[in-house]
């Protein structure tokens, strides 16, 4: 084999692949380099400090395809020990330059049929390792600066555990089981609308994960689907989302002018209904941002009517002993408000938590109930630290105290029991 019919043997990698002539002949020169280092021994050995300076070209033209393999030799006496990867003798450099004399260096030309079938094989393995790694790179590097986009592929098959597509360009994404929809069920063919939610290099291969759970798909499908938020008019503040339950998503806008709820719904909700058929009829509540946090979690719970709402902050122990603050709010509601407040299965609650990042707690409002009193009233029969423990956990009130029992009171205040029923007994006889 020439060098010419060599390299015309590597064009169906082309056509194949996919990749273009300057890039396959770049990886060509690379393997062939690799090739004529191991032949003349080039590669770095136990207890050598440096790699062994190259005395070879590998010369790939680009635009006849013609391959050169130059070898320079120092030209050494006849008849003594010589490396004849580094050395040639007199005798046989002057059959390549008649005027060769020892201790200059010539330059020996290596045909492809010089390399031996063991190498030529070891180049066609090379070559087809080095392509791989190529091209995983290149599907690395078109998904990555692509995560958190929305992207459309199709169904090649469906596993128990996964669903493996295809994109128009031939890449290959997973979608596991736990990013789909609960009510997804897909077929061979059909079409799959996601977000990227990685990109990640396995067994050197490249892991694209097409999410439709991630909040970052519902958010683009906002953006696909509501030209304010396209245009940056409306912001997307929060999201919380149970997929295929329900979602809550918090908007606002700085153009006074615009209702960004409104223009969310659209008119009978002609434009979030898209986004529901898409999230398989998936519940959306949207609902105006604000940074005042009462109002926030006030409208975070809707359809419940809030009637008050306390906050506070309580710590606890992990499991590593590492202390963690937690953002709590006792929210009061009616009764007949109770059941919408917690949603069913408790929906409505978690994702009220989630949107505003305060674990709420549903209190039921007696509307009769007796009016209640601030702790700081008690200063007179209650030490002003212990008034001051119980603030600092959000209980500002006599009643808010009385409504947790003593070992919740001791833990999250520090206090000792026998002082907490102290206190529990003074705020009982204002009432009962």
Same mark, same amino acid.
């Given at each position: 084999?020439?060098?010419?019919?060599?390299?015309?043997?590597? &064009?169906?990698?082309?056509?194949?692949?996919?990749?273009?002539?300057?890039?396959?002949?770049?990886?060509? =020169?690379?393997?062939?380099?690799?090739?004529?280092?191991?032949?003349?021994?080039?590669?770095?050995?136990?207890?050598?400090?440096?790699?062994?300076? @190259?005395?070879?070209?590998?010369?790939?033209?680009?635009?006849?395809?013609?391959?050169?393999?130059?070898?320079?030799?120092?030209?050494?006496?006849?008849?003594?020990?010589? @490396?004849?990867?580094?050395?040639?003798? #007199?005798?046989?450099?002057?059959?390549?330059?008649? @005027?060769?004399?020892?201790?200059?260096?010539?330059?020996?030309?290596?045909?492809?049929?010089?390399?031996?079938?063991?190498?030529?094989?070891?180049?066609?393995?090379?070559?087809?390792?080095?392509?791989?790694?190529?091209? *995983?790179?290149?599907?690395?590097?078109?998904?990555?600066?692509?995560?958190?986009? #929305?992207?459309?592929?199709?169904?090649?098959?469906?596993?128990?555990?996964?669903?493996?597509?295809?994109? @128009?360009?031939?890449?290959?994404?997973?979608?596991?089981?736990?990013?789909?929809?609960?009510?997804?069920?897909?077929?061979?063919?059909?079409?799959?609308?996601?977000?990227?939610?990685?990109? !990640?290099?396995?067994? *050197?291969?490249?892991?694209?994960?097409?999410?439709?759970?991630?909040?970052?798909?519902?958010?683009?499908?906002?953006?696909?689907?509501?030209?304010?938020?396209?245009?940056?008019?409306?912001?997307?503040?929060?999201?919380?989302?149970?997929?295929?339950?329900?979602?809550?998503?918090?908007?606002?806008?700085?153009?006074?002018?615009? !209702?960004?709820?409104?223009?969310?719904?659209?008119?009978?909700?002609?434009?979030?209904?898209?986004?529901?058929?898409?999230?398989?009829?998936?519940?959306?509540?949207?609902?105006?941002?604000?940074?005042?946090?009462?109002?926030?979690?006030?409208?975070?719970?809707?359809?419940?009517?809030?009637?008050?709402?306390?906050?506070?902050?309580?710590?606890?122990? !992990?499991?590593?002993?590492?202390?963690?603050?937690?953002?709590?709010?006792?929210?009061?509601?009616?009764?007949?408000?109770?059941?919408?407040?917690?949603?069913?299965?408790?929906?409505?609650?978690?994702?009220?938590?989630?949107?505003?990042?305060? !674990?709420?707690?549903?209190?039921?409002?007696?509307?009769?109930?007796?009016?209640?009193?601030?702790?700081?009233?008690?200063?007179?029969?209650?030490?002003?630290?212990?008034?001051?423990?119980? =603030? &600092?956990?959000?209980?500002?009130?006599?009643?808010?105290?009385?409504?947790?029992?003593?070992?919740?009171?001791?833990?999250?205040?520090?206090?000792?029991?026998?002082?907490?029923?102290?206190?529990?007994?003074?705020?009982? &006889?204002?009432?009962?």
């Amino acid at each position: 084999m020439g060098n010419k019919e060599f390299i015309e043997a590597f &064009k169906e990698y082309k056509s194949e692949r996919m990749i273009s002539h300057s890039e396959l002949l770049d990886i060509l =020169q690379e393997v062939l380099e690799s090739t004529m280092r191991k032949k003349l021994g080039l590669i770095r050995k136990k207890g050598e400090e440096e790699q062994p300076e @190259d005395n070879f070209d590998v010369i790939v033209n680009p635009d006849t395809g013609d391959i050169e393999i130059w070898v320079y030799l120092e030209v050494v006496p006849d008849g003594e020990e010589y @490396d004849p990867n580094r050395q040639i003798p #007199l005798s046989e450099a002057r059959q390549i330059e008649p @005027d060769a004399e020892v201790g200059e260096e010539i330059s020996k030309e290596i045909k492809i049929t010089d390399l031996g079938r063991r190498n030529i094989m070891r180049i066609k393995q090379l070559f087809d390792a080095k392509l791989s790694e190529y091209e *995983n790179k290149q599907v690395y590097d078109f998904f990555k600066d692509r995560v958190g986009e #929305l992207y459309t592929a199709d169904v090649n098959h469906v596993r128990r555990n996964a669903v493996y597509l295809i994109d @128009d360009e031939g890449h290959e994404l997973i979608m596991p089981k736990e990013e789909q929809i609960p009510q997804d069920n897909f077929r061979k063919d059909d079409t799959v609308k996601g977000v990227i939610k990685s990109v !990640d290099i396995v067994n *050197n291969k490249p892991l694209v994960i097409l999410s439709r759970t991630d909040n970052r798909f519902l958010e683009k499908l906002f953006e696909q689907e509501i030209p304010e938020i396209a245009d940056s008019l409306i912001t997307i503040n929060r999201i919380a989302r149970i997929p295929g339950v329900k979602a809550k998503v918090a908007v606002s806008t700085y153009d006074d002018r615009i !209702d960004p709820v409104g223009a969310c719904v659209g008119i009978k909700g002609s434009r979030i209904h898209g986004i529901v058929r898409e999230l398989r009829n998936e519940n959306i509540d949207v609902i105006n941002y604000t940074d005042n946090t009462e109002l926030f979690i006030q409208r975070a719970l809707a359809p419940a009517k809030v009637v008050k709402i306390y906050l506070f902050e309580t710590e606890e122990e !992990d499991k590593e002993g590492n202390i963690v603050k937690k953002k709590e709010a006792d929210v009061y509601v009616k009764p007949d408000d109770i059941s919408k407040a917690i949603g069913k299965n408790g929906v409505n609650v978690n994702l009220a938590s989630m949107l505003t990042g305060w !674990d709420i707690n549903i209190k039921r409002f007696e509307e009769n109930a007796e009016e209640d009193i601030e702790l700081s009233e008690f200063e007179d029969e209650i030490d002003p630290y212990i008034i001051e423990a119980f =603030q &600092k956990i959000g209980l500002d009130y006599a009643k808010s105290v009385l409504e947790h029992d003593v070992d919740y009171l001791v833990k999250k205040t520090g206090l000792e029991r026998k002082t907490i029923e102290e206190v529990m007994d003074i705020l009982r &006889k204002e009432f009962y």
